[in-house]
């Protein structure tokens, strides 16, 4: 009977040995699957995370495509109006120069919404204000050189400095594409 009894004693503790290694094998893999979950969760949150960022760059890259499109043209336009090309009248090339800088112009308003509404804080500040300082500039340029034109018979020349606003335009041409590809160079980095 000793040997029944130890018998059974032996297959209970092997039972219960078993069972409870079972429930431990069971609850470690429970709680391994709720830590694997947990970490799914918080890759998905950095890949969405990292798809957000990459899709607002990729539409701030579009509108700085429209507004850097827009200053290189005011760039060709100043350039150009220092010439008159072969077989071309005065009036034939600023009609030619209108239309196309008109034509680059025309986006630049929804793109500088876009802007102030995309991700507005200070480097899109230093853009929209680059740009516009370009702009005026250029406006200013165009308006001098008019008036020294229309005076240019008289021997008086009202803006003898009209060289330095061609010279700014220049300027902040390049500043406007530094601003821009240090702030996309910003998103890349994060990304």
Do not use: C
């Amino acid at each position: 009977m000793a040997d029944l009894g130890s018998i059974l004693l032996g297959g209970v503790l092997t039972i219960a040995g078993g069972a409870g290694t079972a429930w431990l094998t069971s609850y470690l893999q429970a709680k391994r699957m709720a830590q694997d979950h947990a970490h799914q969760k918080e890759m998905a949150a950095i890949n969405h995370s990292f798809e957000l960022s990459d899709q607002r760059r990729q539409r701030l890259q579009s509108t700085y495509e429209i507004v850097l499109n827009a200053a290189l043209e005011i760039q060709s336009v100043l350039r150009q109006m220092q010439v008159i090309m072969e077989n071309e009248t005065e009036e034939a090339r600023n009609k030619r120069l209108d239309a196309s800088l008109a034509q680059a112009l025309i986006p630049v308003n929804d793109a500088m919404v876009k802007l102030t509404l995309e991700d507005f804080d200070e480097s899109q500040a230093v853009i929209r204000d680059i740009y516009e300082k370009l702009s005026s500039t250029f406006f200013s340029y165009t308006r001098k050189l008019r008036t020294n034109l229309e005076n240019a018979g008289t021997g008086y020349s009202p803006f003898p400095d009209i060289n330095k606003d061609r010279e700014r335009v220049e300027e902040l041409v390049k500043s406007l594409t530094s601003a821009m590809q240090e702030r996309l160079a910003q998103y890349n980095g994060q990304a």
